[in-house]
């Protein structure tokens, strides 16, 4: 079979295989209920009610001065349209994106936001209701799935590269969208042999512009492996079978490394074939542990394997390599519970703080055949870096953390890591205040070095029903924004942002 037709047989059966067509567990009416009957007693609930229309334009109200530096747009990512004729999806990854974005200018700053037209943000439309099945949601007759890309709901990230502005999903193609309107234009194909293979969420940008990028094929056990010229062409693209598949969501780039962690949730296709969801489809099997694969990025077919003790990682920060042994940090979690469970109950409004994440800093020895962790006790998410230094040697990770949020989910800080020495420097918002992904941008006409930039994002203000835009001195984060925005407009609260230079 010729290459092409052999590519396009896996995605369809993947396609057929690991989406299921029957509802499981509560009705998506019980969630709701569930969750309007919390919304009284939980203000944090305001950021996770969605929307069911786009957003115009707002000015915001700002309280100091923008760097000059700063004149572009800061787009953001995330799951927004939670609900759709009185039913309400079972997970937060379900629902469909909205990319927003933030017009820095001379003159303030304005906000708007789009949903993405995708196949199923269209079918659904049409419907009144959702037909097409979701990550952790399979509605009550829904309409057979022929490949992953129906149910695409590019809600998860956005990048700019080669050009194109491009929201992301983890099961399918990158989504264009106009980054001055945000409309939505076509799906992104790389190649005739790749297309509608998955191409994550998170993908990675070399210094010299290339981006490297991964899909997962669930069913079939196959990781595709992508690399991108700084034009926007593909330079090659490469398909290898990993047995007991895992969920990744992020991976790592060294200057000659790809690094991918595989937790111990594991893709069942049985349970998938039964008719389950595709995260019900995924077993938890600590005996495993955390396995690492690493790639030379000249020989993608010669993986070399180590492995850590059993935890669950969604994101990681950066990657580098100092005398042969790659270092990296992540954010770790005792197991998948925050996936499995706590973003179901969180769309029920319920909240328990059963586990938490925190960092993690891994060392693998290719040489020595050994890896290993160590814990650090800050509670985080979102890791950042800065974008001059992914893959080569750095010190510094920005992200949000979990100082002293209460009984709530999420997060009420900014945080500076040093995982070089373990110093930091925090900036906390507040107990009522639901801190986003900040990204750090490079000061545009500053020293060069490693953090001299600012750190920018977003926080939902519970106490006034609003959204703030901040903007920090990334080495000066104790002192507060040098610049804050208000908008009288709660949004819900999304995943992953960019800052792109006007």
Known sequence: MERRNFIQALFAAAGAASLGARAAGPSADAYATAFAASRAAHRWTMGYVGLQADVEPMPLTLRGRIPADLTG????????????????????????????KYSLSERGIVHQGRFVRTEKFLADSAAGRPVRAAFGTNPPGAEPIPAPDAINVANTSVVSHGGELMALWEGGSATVI??????????????????????????????????????????????????VKPSGELASATTIKVPDIAMVHDFAVTERHLVFLLPPLVFDRARSEAGETFLDSHVWKPELGMRVLVLHKDRLDAPQWFELPAGFVFHVGNACEDRGVIRLDCIRSPSAWNATVALKELMQGRYEAHEHASVALLEIDPKAGRARQSLLPQVAEFPRVDPRIVGRRYAQVFSAARVDAGDRPGFDAVMRLDVTSGRHEVYRYGADLMVEEHVFVPRRNGSGREGDGWLVGTALD?????????????????????????????????????????
Do not use: C
């Open 178 to 227: 106009d980054g001055r309107t945000l409309a939505t234009r076509e799906r992104r194909v790389w190649s005739p042999e790749y297309a509608g293979m998955p191409f994550s969420a998170h993908p990675k940008i070399e210094p010299d512009g290339t981006l490297w990028n991964f899909g997962i094929t669930s069913s079939l056990g196959l990781l595709s492996i992508y690399r």
């Open 73 to 100: 747009a800061f787009y953001r990512n995330g799951p927004a349209r939670h609900m759709l004729g009185g039913q309400r999806y079972h997970h937060l990854f379900d629902g469909d994106g909205m990319v927003q």
């Open 462 to 502: 519970l106490k006034r029903e609003q959204m703030l835009f901040s903007v920090f001195d990334a080495q000066q984060l104790a002192a507060g924004p040098v610049a804050q925005a208000s908008m009288a407009r709660v949004m819900p609260l999304g995943l992953h942002g960019i800052f792109v230079h006007a």
